[in-house]
């Protein structure tokens, strides 16, 4: 692939940038979406495309747009007691417009918190369902006095449309590799700013390079949004021969991939391949079709060779879906943990052809070509050498440098240059 | 299936039958097993079927009938002190009749005793070696004194023939499943007086359901029963296509499933689906060509869907094939737990169809037929909003609904009620 | 098989056969591996092969041919420092002549030792390569002192010819058995003097019975030689149907078994069968293409069906190419024990069919036969019936003996007794 990235200095512009996109709040449509791919677009020049409310997508139709500029409680008093703009969370996801005065007990019906979790305010949704809330912490909650409050959320359920952002790199072919995440969430760091973040930053440096390749980038709303994009791009998915949902990339947890619907896709054995030699504590997770996007790529009507990759999956980690998935959970050395692993996964891709050993019957010698130490009967051969007798021997055409290095237990970078130099020597011919 | 058993209850009914049967001498011909038969009329409509004696069935023949009023063994003081009226274990099954003075060195070479467990009576059998003897404990046989004794056996061994019993319960298809259990053991509880009685509820039970499958419940002597029924019914074996050997499902032993011979079949995976998820102790074994009427239904010339349910298997626990088998060992919770596992099993079988999603491009939306919650964001879907994207993802036609079972980790009626749903919304249809 | 081997005095003649070879030089040519397989010959009528100097093989050419008569190195007082008639191990092998005076300084250069097995002599070869060395214990090497020295080696490399050894014994058909060895170490008894012996008194005995395959056996060079014998015999390799490379089978380590690069050959069921069922430890390998002739006959071209057969693996062991792995190493006990093993390998190959049941509806009544305990009911069955049931069951044409044997988890050759006697009856045919 080429050009050295400094995989450190890129995280902390990773880090800032989802410092800068913390505050805003996002939802499914709105102009939150649209300021967060403003942002992006600053780095690589994503396309904004804008689905009108009403459009029918396979099952769904593209909802009303949502906008919202302020809500607050305030009680008797005129005390704001709860109030959006010191955290977007506040306010249900999706909220109706309320301006009115209604007693403790009428308020409580609208009010969101997690008893367990008694600091934190949740992170709640109502997009299919019209109605008004506030979400705040479970001790808030209790120090609620009886009393006549307040409740006025300045917000919008209007037609509009459905932003979503999209960035293409061409490559040497039109065989396209999708990378996608979710931009819907508001005030959270890990899930998905982080993601949003890596991708941006993943597209910015692979346009730099040479690309077997075509590479697609999806910035899109969770669930909707893919929908939405399957919906209008059926025609050309037949092009994607490999794919990756990135969510949650940026918490200490041990990375996760979660594999295809296919099982045993080349994404898998590749995103499996780096976590087993990534020298870390690692989780494969089986297919399951509840989670992030993959849930609608891996439908059996389009059943598409993308994974998953995570550091802590949803609903595993405590902050999950709170307040505390804030700036102070994510990490730059996360996310440049989590950069260094995509990059190794898409070296693979990039990489990870068949060859034709062009000497098949018996070893070619290679001694002759220098490319074999001279004196014999040492114990130890060197690793550059039992790398050329596996990628020899194996190379019938049937079996990938994947294969090979799976099979020799030897890293694929080697293997890979271990292919190259012996191609060099016409000895293998790609096929 | 529909109609609720009370299985508690009906396992006390079939404890009442093994009592009612135990007396009884049977064998592999004979009145004994006719008298058992009729027992099993009392509750449903068993036909009887006579196969003559002398009659092939493919390399065998069928065998002369056995017949069996009394028998003893008398010291010269005129006291028995082996008497058939007490245990008809006592008698080497099939022997021929007797009715001699002879010393005890002549005697012994008649006894069979087990000296490893001296205080009970084995079970012994001679069917197609014409001889006679006597079984009795090994205690027994150690106070044996030297005497002259009278030997008395009256039986009969004559051309008569083979008794067989069949039920069949018609279902919406002509396709079968097969439950078969063997009558030829004398007062034996466990082996299999327990299988028979079951069998009988079991088909009872059956009786008053709507089935998808016909069901044919046998009622035969082991080995050259399944043999004979084989050789009368060869033009119609294609029409099981799943079948059961039933036997020791009354011991408090862990419950067993040998996998038919093809070792993959439907029902194999039904039943391991059941005992994985019982929360009890099991065993699976490999199919093995020792056992019971297995044997000939996976014989490779018919290679059918057939496995064996059991307890504790034959030749495992210590009273296997001895007096010890007998009332005591068996008892109702132990029965009222077998039938449950039948019932799950044959539960999935009836109920294990195939679909496909009719949106399989991306998930359709639940949430406007009011099947999926409204507010979004929480940490736990409910598990029933899972079995619904399990089974939309899964219903690509190529997958069962125990496929989907396994595969999600839920229950087989989680996902069966789950596809119902579905169904009904038009979302599945059956394929 | 049939003729009786008496393994314990046979690994006796095997060590003879070692120790008479252990003082001769040889290497990849020359007259060292025609001393030694003439010594062979004295037990086998073994065909020398010459292949000429510059004689192109595959990607190879035969190279010069390589005497050596003297060589040492004497100081300034002319004593003999380094011998090469004490061990020749101390000649780097295929040294070029040289005769001269130089420095210590100078001399160093050319001098080969092991430091961390000080005591040891290491074995070297700088076949492709010409220059000279000698090699000597790394404690030798601390004592030299500053002092000219005289260094004399009396080689030769010169146009001359390659030998190998082959030896054939007809079977009933031209389907082959290859077992390969090589013979170009010189004084090391373990790699491959042990091969080399054993080789030639397995052929000595199966020469003497009559065989369903033909058997080649191969005494060749490592590597040079298995490429050449490949290059003159490519267009009969076809006819290899099974093969083993022998080596390093006469040390106390536990055995081992490569793999083919097939990895499922019958070759490589039936030497795991013999391990597994050995009642000692043992390992089995995958294949690697690092390793002995195993790396030419499963080269990508050829693929043959070929593993290798070892004790201790090259490189495992501590004496591994120094002047240790000599006849204190290798033991006749262990000798007998590999042959055993390559035996019971054979054994199995030989006799490994397939079968089709005559009756394969139902079992067929062996009582009748008199194969069959008359007295039923007793709970152990015994394990030549075991056999007869499973050998019937599995016998539809698809299972082999083999896989009988497996599945059964039976002795194989219970197993091929079985199926002689079911044979016999007409119960079943070969296929």
Redesign the interface.
Known sequence: MGIEIDVNSVSQEIYQLISALYPICRSITGDGVRKTLNFVQQHISLALHEVKTGTP????TVPKEWNIRDAYIKNSRGEKIIDFQKLNLHVL?YSLPVNQKIQLEELKKHLISIPDKPDWV????????ETWGFCLSHNQLLQIQDDEYEVYIDSTLEDGSLTYGEYFIPGETDEEVLISCHTCHPSLANDNLAGIALTTFLAQYLSQLKLKYSYRFIFIPG?IG??TW??RN?ANVDKIKHGLVVTCIGDPGKSHYKKS?RGNAEIDKAAIHVLQRSGQDFVIQ?F???GYDE??Y??????LPVGCFMRSPH?TYPQ??TSADNLELVKPEYLADSLTKFLAVLNIIENNKKYL?Q???????L??RGLYS????????KKRE?AM??V?????GESSLLDIAE??DLEFDLIKETADTLQQFNLLKEC
Chains 1, 2, 3 share one sequence.
């Not at 949740?122 to 369902?129: A, C, H, I």
């Open positions: 997508v396979f099952d769904w996801n949740p992170y709640r949704t109502s997009y299919y369902k669930t893919s929908i399957l919906a059926e619907r089986e399951s079709p509840y849930r609608q891996c439908s059996p009507g389009f059943n609903g999950y879906h050993n000497n098949p019957k018996c070893e070619p010698m001694g002759k001279a004196i014999g009967g040492q114990t130890d051969t039992l007798l596996w020899l021997n194996m190379s019938d099979k020799s």
